[in-house]
């Protein structure tokens, strides 16, 4: 029986917050009480559900999942899925709570129970309030089942502060500190858990891998940074099309590079740094266009459905900057026309009803100007810009990886036409590393739509990956499309198809890194 269940739960959180600074900064002042982090808010681990392997080899047989079904292979151990809840920090370093899934193999399989390892997940960009990993019609749950928990690993995947039953009022999107101190944090609250979670003999091994998609990709890298640097053991870890570049990559998208999703991310990206630092504007009628600026800074997350915020007015689907350039020197970027595999999805980010002021990216692009990033739009150090003048591009430098050398075997996997989070993130990241790392390092890069080489242990994967865009395209030309398939593809790209594929990239990775 839980010692707390979760309103229990959230009220004592916020009666900690309230007197131990819970709501803003966090006081810095003599006596004020450190957050305790990492506390499971639990005296067991609620057990939500057993998924049993017969029942996820049915849910792999659905003609939805067969791609992820070909590349999982059949589920060996039953899955008992349990909610974790404990203590962490927001943005701002202030106290908060946050919940995490904990994935647990189990059955008569050979590596199903006893000693096993951990996988410490971190997962992509959501708007939901009420998101939670422990669902497994989540994609990403589903992906974490069958390719990693259905074969033995134990899965620990937080939900972030700022979701599920999160006693803060915000996400701290992409902010390294916070997210890698959730991540630990969640992984402290687990580990406690395990020995006391009913029905499993499972136990950790010892041996801990790390990854993560999309924002994920962002945080298993920030979450592994921060435990090298704190001595913490990591065994390996594989980032997957992550933004690890931020500076660069933000600053692609204000030349004129909008990214698909561009209006969520850089909603939350803003109000995140705003409530961080508190520096980002003055009011966010400074940022944001006047349609958009009342309430913009607490609407995500949300618990409103996308397709509901962008019918009644409070995010553009896809324009995130005016049709009209902000000066004339910027009219080639507004919007570019190359590269030409991704202009048509720059060109959707342009026009009426755009989300932010044209004064405010004229500011950011004379900023950039003044003082560059290393790696974009030319590599030449590498890294951030060190002293940007812009509060905003000075926060994304800050919160930039480009500056650390793992010590662990890392890989590194995406696609290189992906148009959400651009493959410049992988590349600069790459860069560094080669410049920075030693010769013994075993840090890999792996392309999915590059062409295998010799003795390429995922030219299967790749080969498989190339067949899975074309039955995309021919859908799609089925279906009346005129160009080839091609947006299609674009729209499926990022989450359908590189995702399943890294995943089981990640699997061969960790059974031999």
């Known amino acids: 029986m839980r010692l707390m269940n979760r309103s229990f739960a959230s009220f004592l959180a916020v009666l900690l917050a309230a007197c131990g600074g819970g709501g803003g900064k966090s006081d810095s002042g003599a006596g004020a009480a450190a957050p305790a982090r990492g506390t499971l808010l639990q005296s067991a681990p609620e057990l939500l559900s057993t998924l049993t392997a017969p029942n996820l080899l049915l849910e792999l ?27 962490t920090v927001g943005g701002a370093g202030e106290s908060t709570t946050a919940s995490a899934a904990l994935l647990v193999p189990t059955g008569f399989g050979a590596n199903c129970t ?48 700022g979701y599920d039953t999160s006693t803060l009022p915000y996400h701290p999107y992409l902010i390294a500190d916070q997210e890698s101190k959730d991540m630990i944090d969640a992984l402290t609250a687990a580990r406690t858990a395990l020995p ?50 931020l500076a660069a990559f933000v600053d692609a998208v204000f030349y ?37 600026a009342p309430g913009i800074d607490s609407l995500l997350p949300t618990t409103t459905p996308r397709s509901q915020l962008y019918s009644e007015g409070k995010l553009p689907e896809f324009v995130l900057f005016s049709s009209t350039p902000p000066a004339p020197a910027f009219a080639a970027d507004t919007p570019p026309a190359t590269p030409a595999n991704l202009a048509e999805i720059f060109a959707l980010g342009f026009g009426a009803g755009n989300l932010l002021r044209n004064g405010y990216r004229l500011s950011y692009l ?65 860069r560094y590393w080669a410049a920075n790392a030693p010769a013994s390092a075993r840090l890999g890069v792996l392309d999915l739509d590059s062409a295998a080489s010799s003795n390429d242990p995922y030219a299967n994967l790749k080969q498989e990956f190339a067949i899975a865009k074309d039955v995309i395209a021919a859908s799609a030309i089925a279906h009346g499309a005129t160009d080839g398939g091609k947006l299609a593809v674009a729209e499926a790209y990022h989450t359908l198809l590189v995702a399943p594929f890294c995943f089981a990239a990640v699997k061969v990775f960790f059974a031999n890194p």
């Open 61 to 87: 047989n659905l003609a939805a999942n067969q791609q992820l079904f070909s590349l999982s292979g059949a589920p060996v151990c039953d899955i008992l899925m349990y909610d974790i809840e404990y203590e």
């Open 114 to 161: 006893g000693a096993r390892p951990i996988v410490l997940y971190a997962h992509g960009t959501t708007t939901d309030r009420n998101f939670n990993m422990a669902n497994i019609q989540n994609t990403e749950v589903l992906n974490l089942a069958a390719i990693f928990a259905s074969k033995g690993y134990i899965i620990v995947a937080p939900n972030y502060a």
């Open 196 to 245: 006391l979670a009913s029905l499993t003999f499972t136990k950790d091994n010892g041996q801990l891998f790390i990854t993560g998609y999309s924002q994920g990709g962002y945080v298993a890298m920030a979450t592994h940074r921060a435990m090298q640097a704190a001595g913490m053991t990591v065994t390996a870890a594989a980032p997957m099309s992550g933004p690890y570049a």
């Open 256 to 292: 004129g590079e909008v990214n698909g999703d561009a209006p969520v991310s850089s909603t939350l990206l803003l109000t995140a740094y705003q409530k961080a630092y508190g520096d980002i504007y003055a009011s966010p009628g400074d940022v944001f266009e006047s349609q958009y």
């Open 366 to 430: 004379e900023d950039a100007q003044a003082n560059p990033d290393g790696g974009w739009p030319a590599v030449t150090t590498g890294v951030a810009g060190a002293k940007p003048a812009l509060p905003w591009r000075r926060a994304l430098a800050a919160n930039d990886l480009r500056n650390w050398v793992p010590t662990v075997p890392v890989l590194l996997c995406g696609g290189d036409q992906d148009p959400l989070v651009f493959w410049l993130n992988t590349d600069l990241m790459q």
